[in-house]
């Protein structure tokens, strides 16, 4: 199973310990990213972005201290984040996690969560984690979401017009074939039974969301 950790260049406080995922196989820097990942003495393998958030001192750290590095001019389509996803697709990965796209501008923050669609759609787990956050977005099927003691809450909200025919089972609240509509907090704030739970839907966009205070 190969894991790969994507660090992107958010507020540094933002960040939960990179140290603390251990499964993560290969570590993808963007931009002052990179700095993060090589600040938690990890083995930075690729480096992509523009850098234009970094001085030349610390880009010639980066390029001592790095496998392969991608540099990207400034005035592009993508946010160097989606050309890190796009690359790390390519890769096959079973999963991802991605770190330092939160907090700061909200623009960027809210693109970020939409870009996980991308993973889900390749058939590829991910999850964009902060310090007290990790949320993904997953299409219709069914899913298991893992137990996971590290967060006391798992919420379930819309993305689209609706989510119809929710369903979830193994949780402190089950519901059965329940329409989700956008803006409801119908499925906030689940919790664990101490176990995986299980989820379904048939069509619309999901985001979950696992948390604590």
Known sequence: MTTIGIVAGGPKEELPDLNAYKTVTTWVGVDEGCLYILDSDQSLEVAIGDFDSVTQAEFNRIKRQTDVVKKVAVEKDQTDLELAISYVIDLEPSLVYIFGATGGRLDHAWMNMQLTHQFDQNSIESWICNKDNELTL????????????????????????????????????????????????????????????????????????KSRD
Request: zero cysteines; glycine letters at 6%.
């Open 138 to 209: 997953k299409h219709p099927g069914t899913h298991i979401i893992k137990f996971d003691p590290r967060f006391s809450y798992i919420s379930f909200l819309s993305m689209t017009e609706l989510v119809a025919n929710f369903t979830v089972k193994d949780l402190k609240y089950d519901l059965s074939s329940k329409d989700i509509v956008f803006g409801s907090s119908l499925t906030i704030s689940n919790e664990w039974t101490g176990k995986n739970g299980t989820y379904s839907f048939s069509s619309g966009i999901l985001l979950v969301i």
